[in-house]
């Protein structure tokens, strides 16, 4: 499934700690690089196994 998610294609990240990210990602050794959309904010890391679900955008609502 990650290899399917391309870096520009924004995801939703859900974790065990039942945290909720909109993001965009890649993946480096075991861990997901949580890439902001928005400037303002830094990317983070977090470990494979902290991850419960990843569901991709595939469109949005105005």
Do not use: H
Request: hydrophobic share 45%; glycine share 4%; net charge negative.
């Amino acid at each position: 499934m990650l290899g399917e998610i391309s870096s520009a294609q924004p995801v939703i990240v859900v974790g065990k700690d039942n945290s909720v990210y909109l993001k965009k990602t890649r993946v480096e050794a075991n861990q997901l690089i949580l890439i902001s959309i928005n400037k303002n904010f830094d990317e983070f890391k977090m470990p494979l196994d902290d991850v419960l679900e990843l569901w991709l955008v595939e469109t949005k609502l105005k």
